[in-house]
């Protein structure tokens, strides 16, 4: 279930766009006015556009179809730490726990082996904790090195967070 905080944002960041979106349609207006090449199509164009995303904005928080923002789970694991453990607040759906997707190195091949990242779901399943086990041998294995690397926790197709590794 979404928070205030999160419906906050979202209230934001969707006025905020939608504002700037109605300024770039009258700045547009405004030239073809200055340069002599108005034309009514254009203008009544950029009305309905402006009016439609503002439509879509209230259906979407009338008929509560608007999902959350994903969270981020972000390690930044320096060269000399052997383990690394993060939580984030999110909420587990009942039923199976969630898993770990392919934690791969951006513009890279690598990846982490499964077994080297463990993730524990609370009893109230309400938070997800992602423990980074082993790094020490991992990095003289050569398996993982210097980069960044991303994978998602999911439950079946359902994402839950982005995870997000930063290796020195």
């Known amino acids: 279930m979404a928070t205030t ?8 960041s969707y006025y905020g766009n939608l504002s700037r979106q ?22 009544l164009g950029r009305t309905v556009s402006v009016w439609m995303d503002a439509a879509e904005g209230w259906w979407s928080a009338l008929l509560v179809s608007t999902n959350a923002p994903l969270p981020t789970i972000f390690l930044d ?3 000399v730490d052997t383990t690394a453990v993060r939580s ?3 909420a587990v759906p009942d039923g199976p726990n969630p898993t770990v997707s392919v934690v791969g190195e951006i513009g890279g091949t690598r ?6 990242i463990e ?28 980069g960044l690397y ?3 926790i999911h439950v079946k197709e359902k994402p839950l967070a982005f995870l997000v590794i930063r290796m020195e």
């Not at 905080?5 to 934001?12: I, K, R, S």
């Open 77 to 79: 694991v320096a060269a």
């Open 88 to 90: 984030v607040n999110l």
């Open 150 to 152: 991303a994978g998602i």
């Open 111 to 116: 990846q982490f082996p499964k077994e080297a």
């Open 119 to 146: 993730m524990t779901v609370t009893t109230m399943r309400d938070a997800v904790e992602v423990n980074l086990k082993n790094l020490a041998a991992l990095r003289s294995s050569g398996t993982v090195g210097s």
């Open 5 to 12: 905080g999160t419906l906050l944002e979202a209230m934001v």
């Open 22 to 43: 109605a300024l770039h349609a009258m700045y547009e207006t405004r030239e073809d006015l200055r340069t002599g090449s108005f034309d009514w199509n254009k203008a």
